[in-house]
């Protein structure tokens, strides 16, 4: 289903189902670790995808027009890879659509565990690089269910350095 989500990207409805979908995967992960995928809800991944879907193109859009400068652009696109997993991981441990756009306590929880997530950003890259090719290899079409598939690692990889990061503080970050 997530890459029948993934064409219906393209006229955005499916980008609300799939934010919200990587939500309940990540708050189930954080759970039970060993649980299995949940099942597609469409209704409630779109209501629930559309404030990520808007958090996100507030941190995408500064970003892009930074990107415009040479040398700055390719720093802010690394730093965002380590700053929109953080604040979008705030923004579904608290429900509060704020929390994501608390800096400080982004920047503190990176640094704070920044071996970890940059284990994890390399996890999402390699993820997305290997299932680029293979959607590739399926005729284009296959891209959206295998970048599905990446995305689904990606916030594996991340609900792992939330877990961490839980179990080394006594009050999970953002919920102080």
């Not at 950003?121 to 269910?145: E, H, N, R, S």
């Amino acid at each position: 289903m997530g890459g029948v989500y993934g064409l219906l990207s393209l006229v955005l409805i499916g980008a609300f189902v799939r934010a919200g979908y990587k939500r309940r995967l990540f708050l189930t992960l954080l759970d039970r670790p060993d649980a299995p995928l949940p099942r597609f809800d469409f209704g409630r991944d779109l209501r629930e995808g559309v404030p990520i879907v808007g958090i996100a193109i507030c941190f995408w859009v500064p970003a892009v027009l930074l990107s415009l400068v040479p040398v700055a652009g390719m720093v802010v696109h690394v730093a965002m890879l380590l700053i929109l997993p953080v604040a979008l991981a705030r923004y579904y441990t608290t429900g509060r659509f704020g929390a994501a756009f608390e800096l400080d306590q982004v920047f503190h929880f990176i640094q704070a565990n920044l071996s970890n997530m940059a284990i994890s950003v390399a996890i999402a890259l390699l993820a997305q690089i290997v299932a680029a090719a293979a959607g590739l290899l399926a005729c284009l079409v296959g891209v959206a269910f295998t970048l599905f598939l990446s995305e689904v690692i990606a916030t594996r990889a991340l609900a792992e350095v939330w877990t961490i990061a839980r179990e080394e503080q006594p009050t999970p970050p953002g919920q102080a």
